[in-house]
């Protein structure tokens, strides 16, 4: 099990450009997550997803889309690139049933807006 | 909203001490709660979680106790060691909605040597 993979793990684009993040993860979990993390901030949720074919908007959902088409793959697309997104983005898992289960992280995409 | 509160964002201890971080949070209808350790460049991972029907977990150097009447939970270490240093974030959420999960903004741990 590779549990969450991220890629790329860092990118610097500059302002105005797009590009997508992606996610994918194979415990065939349900729910997904996209949180950013600022310096010495904790986690804010972009986006999430309760299954394939549904997302929603999480508390910093501007300037962000996501899809989930599959189970496994989750991409957060950045349409016009803006200095405030530079951050380290983080997708997640879980698996959510009848109790909670946490969270399994990927080890993050670095991005600079320039 | 809802929110959790980390104390202390930054904490320094010896060696072989203990070290204990503490949270509160604001909606009482929370009902589980984890502790993840994040090492430099890599994701937060789980390191222990409690669920409100208990009141104190302890997995080898590491315990969690949990104060549902005060809304607040503790993570304590034990015997820390410089492999400990990392930064720690606790969290809340509502069982069954796993998008409700709070996080606190972190402590970060340094152990001396």
């Known amino acids: 099990n590779a549990g969450v993979t991220q890629t790329p793990k860092f990118r610097i684009l500059k302002i105005g450009q797009s590009m997508t993040l992606q996610c994918t993860q194979d415990?065939?979990?349900?729910?997904m997550y996209w949180y950013r993390q600022d310096p010495g901030m904790g986690l804010k949720l972009i986006y999430y997803?309760?299954?394939?074919?549904?997302?929603d908007k999480g508390e910093v959902p501007n300037g962000y889309n996501v899809s989930r088409s599959t189970t496994e793959d989750f991409p957060l697309r950045l349409e016009l690139a803006a200095p405030s997104q530079t951050s380290v983005y983080f997708c997640?898992?879980?698996?959510?049933?009848?109790?909670?289960?946490?969270?399994?992280f990927g080890d993050g995409t670095r991005l600079s807006i320039l | 909203g809802e929110n959790v509160e980390q104390h202390p964002s930054t904490l320094s201890v010896q060696e072989g001490d203990s070290a204990v971080i503490k949270c509160t949070y604001s909606?009482?209808?929370?009902?589980?709660f984890p502790w993840y350790k994040q090492e430099l460049g890599k994701g937060p991972q789980l390191i222990i979680d409690?669920?409100?029907?208990?009141g104190e977990k302890k997995d080898q150097r590491i315990a969690v106790t949990l104060n549902k009447t005060a809304k607040h939970f503790s993570l304590h270490i034990t015997e820390t060691q410089p492999e400990d240093s990392a930064v720690y974030f606790c969290?809340?959420?509502?069982?069954?909605?796993?998008?409700?999960?709070?996080f606190g903004a972190g402590t970060r741990l340094f152990v001396k040597a």
């Open positions: 997640a898992s879980s698996y959510v049933g009848q109790g909670d289960q946490p969270q399994h």
């Open positions: 415990m065939n979990h349900n729910y």
């Open positions: 997803s309760v299954g394939a074919g549904i997302t």
């Open positions: 909606d009482s209808a929370s009902n589980y």
């Open positions: 409690i669920r409100s029907n208990v």
């Open positions: 969290a809340a959420s509502i069982s069954g909605g796993g998008f409700k999960t709070i």
